[in-house]
């Protein structure tokens, strides 16, 4: 008998996890699951029980063992539980073949996932790109997946943006992915302009990335404070959920010392990150390779910070981002205390985003990467560039002017940024 779920009804959730012999994730199990019930509880599902199987190999029908899944299947009448939710993705045979034994709605983390980001996204290219992702991994689970594609967003794992009903005809699907990508190549010829621009403008980029939930948007907000023209009006959303923000900000922070430069955050990361969903937030993601430097957000209260940072360092390779200057910075250290001992480089920090610590040595270690240099130059501008001289004295410090037969010969002291603007009137 098959356990019905009301539309009102909260999902409630059992979790599976498997522990293969030579996978690579072997031992890290734990902590995987932990995240899972984040993940789950995220999604706006109650766990009621965590299981776990340790096998030699996957089962190619029911990815766990029959006999597991058949004291799932009791679990969930016990307990009264309508979704079963596994730490792996599985295929849409499998499925099928697990729901025929426990006889409740079964999915995988990656539909987690996709869930919640289909609940986040705000903005038109957000909710293209997550529906994009949700098409591709429900493509070639259809066999697996009628059922659950038959509904209008009928709980867990089958929201979309615009809930819109999808089909099991394959044809149907297709077309829409194609319509999706035509509409996103458009949005990314916006994205580009507007980077074009930003890298015209000469200010440094400053990126913020790390783990879901590490505190970038707190973190944001909080250097945002150190802005000579700080407004409130432009603090980006915060809040202590996973995921809690997918489209990106971008803040212009001009400090005391004249440095300026243009601060932007990311989506977080996760472990077992959906490869559909970076494909198809790849153009979102890829603002990290424009980036002069990378603040790497590092939750140290979380128990599995290393897990976590490993994770946002193999997801930075792939993007081809991995090369770039990196200040890791460990934040939420108001809640350690002295429990943790943590490396101390010349390229690590360690604050607290919430309550201001250390967020002034921070902004110093920006300053000292990303800040401008003070250099003293000869220049010569022809008298038909005399515009050319109008902004020198508007943008840096002349001490000396003389006019002679071959133009204006100017001595000035400039910045290193604005170095690559004027250098080709330099003589020596």
Known sequence: MRIEVKEEQKNRAILVGINVEGRENIGKTDESMEELEE????????????????????????????GKAEEIADMCKNHEVNLVVFNDELSGSQIRNLETIIEVDVIDRTAIILDIFAQRA????????????????????????????????????????GEMKLETDRRHILRRI?????????????????????????????????????GKSTLMNAL?????????????????QLFATLDISLRKISLSNNVEFLLTDTVG????LPHDLVDAFKSTLEEVKYADLL????????????????????????????????????????????????????????????????????LEMI??????????????????????????????EVLDQEYQESGIVLKVKIDSILYEKYKKYEYI
């Open 39 to 66: 993940l789950v509880k995220a999604a706006g599902a109650e766990v009621v029980a965590i299981t776990a199987q340790n096998k030699h190999n996957i089962h190619p029908a029911f990815f766990i063992g029959k």
């Open 367 to 396: 300053c000292n990467t990303v800040g401008k240099k003070i250099m003293e130059l000869n220049l010569i501008v022809p008298y038909s560039k005399g515009h050319i001289v109008s902004q020198l004295h508007d943008e840096a």
């Open 178 to 214: 194609d319509e999706i990508k035509k509409q996103l190549k458009e949005v990314r010829k916006n994205r580009e302009t507007q980077r074009s621009q930003r890298i015209k403008s000469e200010l440094p980029i400053v990126a913020l990335v790390g783990y879901t939930n590490a």
């Open 224 to 240: 945002l404070r150190g802005s000579q023209d700080y407004e409130e009006s432009r603090e980006v959303f915060a809040k202590d």
């Open 295 to 362: 603040l790497h957000i590092i939750d140290a209260s979380n128990e599995s910070y290393t897990l976590q940072k490993d994770t946002t360092q193999k997801v930075l390779k792939e993007l081809g981002a991995n090369d770039k200057s990196i200040i890791n910075v460990f934040n939420k250290c108001d809640l350690i205390g002295e429990s943790i001992e943590l490396s101390k480089d010349e390229d690590t920090i360690f604050i607290s985003a919430k309550t201001g610590m250390n967020i002034q040595q921070l």
């Open 122 to 161: 705000q903005t038109k290219e957000g909710k293209l790109q997550v529906e994009l992702a949700q098409l591709k991994y429900r493509l070639p689970r259809l066999t697996g997946l009628g059922k659950q594609l038959s509904r209008q967003g009928g709980g867990i794992g089958t929201r979309g943006p």
């Open 269 to 272: 990361f996760v472990s077992k």
